[in-house]
Each structure stands twice: as C-alpha cells, then as structure tokens.
C-alpha cells in the first residue's frame, strides 16, 4: 500500500479503492433515460403552451428546444466518453475552466433541481385532482415525495425497478395518448363540440402563431 508524505513529516497510508456497485442493467438505463425527460410539464402545461404559442409556434418551439437540448447532450456525451468521471458534469466545468466555475455549475444545478421537484410535486398533486376532485393537493404532493425519497434512499437496485416501472408507465401513457388522439383526430372517437371528425383543422384555426411569433419563441 503507497504511503502519502505530507507537510509536517506526517505519512497517510491511502485508502483502498472501493467501487461503485453496478446493479443497474441495461433496461434500467434505457427506460431512466426515457423516462428522466418526461415531466409532469409534458402532461399539464403543454396545454398553456399551445394556448399561448398555437400548434405550430408550440412545434416551432418544442423543435428549437429539443435541437439545443440535443447540441448540448452531443457535447456532454463527448466529454464523458473520452474523459470518464465519477460525479456530475461539473467536474468539467471545473477541468476546463475553473474550480469556482465548477463548484457554482454543482450548486445551480442542484438549486434548480431542488426548486423544479417541488414544481413537480405540486404539479403531480393538481393531476391526481383531476379524479379526485375533493382531495387536498398537499397530501398527494406529499405521498409522492415519501415514494421519491424512498426509492433514492434504499439500495441501487431498488431505485433502479422503482425507475424503470414509473418510466414505463410514462412511456405508455404517452403511447396511448398519441394513439387515442389521432383516433379523434380522424373521427373514430367522437370529440365533444364536433359532430364529424376535425382532422387537422386546428392546427391552423386561428392562424399559425395565434399570439404571434414572440409568443413561440418565449416557450422554448
């Protein structure tokens, strides 16, 4: 075992390596990954989106997105293919430029990602409402929060299944509303204010950028 000499003529023998443990398989992080980009936005405020930006600016503007979003993954999945690091994608914010810029890039994203689960909690709280109307949000948002904490708290493998079952359900639901929606669309499911199928007459009902384009562009 190397020793460390230190100042002071001090000597530290180093620890030795203890790796991680690799429970997850590859239908764990397959389905995490689908799953960890499907919030609770896709499902409750996409409806203010199209509101706002029309269907078109919401497909000009989810498109834009999704093209950042992919520039960015593009360069991060460089990084960590050629530079492996056990940690967050800080570590390279503080390689290449800095450890102050690498400590500030840890603690924005862990802020943002504190303030956005208590978005996504309360969120979940004002869907499960949608069935049962007369429950309070809290004790939803706060059952959902016991159910986050737990799957994280136990063992890898726990989080793992916990993550993959939840992402399947997100994967399905998804699947079955682009399913039932286009039935609608071409008038095998009645749509309540139709009496024959409105195909694809919305999309251009009160024009392409209904609130204009700055309306689009700020939903990016």
């Known amino acids: 075992m190397r020793k460390k000499q230190l100042l002071g003529g001090h000597v530290l023998k180093d620890q030795p390596h203890v790796s991680l443990e690799r429970k997850m398989e590859s239908r764990h992080l397959l389905m995490i ?4 980009v499907i919030g609770t936005g896709l499902f409750l405020s996409s409806g203010y989106t199209i509101h706002e930006a029309g269907p078109i600016g919401t497909i000009l503007a989810y498109g834009i ?4 979003v992919y520039l960015v993954m593009l360069c991060l999945g460089e990084l960590s293919v050629a530079m492996p690091q056990t940690g967050s994608f800080h570590v390279y914010a503080d390689k290449f430029i800095g450890p102050g810029t ?18 996504e909690f309360t969120a979940a709280g ?24 737990t799957s994280n708290a136990l063992s890898v493998r726990f989080f793992a299944e916990t993550e993959f079952w939840f992402s399947s359900i997100k994967v399905v639901a998804i699947i079955l509303f682009i399913i039932l929606g286009g039935l609608a669309i071409f008038g095998v499911i009645p749509i309540k204010g139709y009496s024959h199928a409105p195909l694809f007459h919305n999309l251009v009902k009160d024009g392409l950028f209904p609130n204009g384009l700055r309306a689009s562009l700020r939903r990016c």
């Not at 990954?33 to 960890?36: A, E, F, R, T, Y």
């Not at 949608?130 to 904490?149: E, G």
Request: glycine share 10%.
């Open 126 to 149: 004002l869907m499960m409402r949608t069935w049962l109307p007369n429950s309070p949000t809290w004790i939803w948002s706060l059952l959902f929060m016991i159910i986050i904490f």
């Open 65 to 68: 997105g999704a093209v950042i």
């Open 102 to 119: 690498g400590f500030t890039v840890a603690i924005l994203y862990w802020l943002t990602w504190t303030v956005a689960l208590g978005s």
């Open 33 to 36: 990954s689908l799953g960890g």
